[in-house]
């Protein structure tokens, strides 16, 4: 199983990216998927989740409004969209997938049993 991360970068307050992560060997429509971030000297933190048994999706409080999480089971892929990024947005993003779940989707890492590499997120101006 192989969770490949990319889309980070450096953009401004203000600006948008969208990250994308690839999966082999695993199906993400089959499969809660979990987006989690880790800034400089920080702990890695939850960030949204979208459910493996419906397109539900969820969002911690600061990104609501903010990021939206998708899934192409075609493309098997995960993606997502950041709009009005922050400097605090500043971080490495890391796809995670979650084999077990039988429905729904967690916010907690120890939930996910596979994990990308991560893409680095930068926010300045």
């Known amino acids: 199983v192989q969770l490949q991360a990319s889309g980070g970068g450096s953009v401004q307050p203000g600006g948008s990216l969208r990250l994308s992560c690839a999966a082999s060997?695993?199906?993400?429509?089959?499969?809660?998927m979990g987006w989690f971030r880790q800034a400089p000297g920080k702990e890695r933190e939850w960030v949204s989740c979208i459910n493996n048994n419906n397109n539900n999706t969820h969002y911690e409080d600061f990104a609501k409004g903010r990021f939206t999480i998708t899934r192409d089971n075609a493309k098997n892929s995960v993606y997502l969209q950041m709009n009005n990024l922050k400097p605090e947005d500043t971080a490495v993003y890391y796809c995670?997938?979650?084999?077990?779940?039988?429905?729904?989707?967690?916010?907690?890492?120890?939930?996910?049993?596979?994990w990308g590499q991560g893409t680095l997120v930068t926010v300045s101006s």
């Open positions: 995670a997938g979650d084999p077990d779940l039988p429905r729904g989707c967690s916010s907690y890492m120890i939930s996910y049993d596979y």
């Open positions: 060997g695993f199906a993400v429509g089959y499969h809660a």
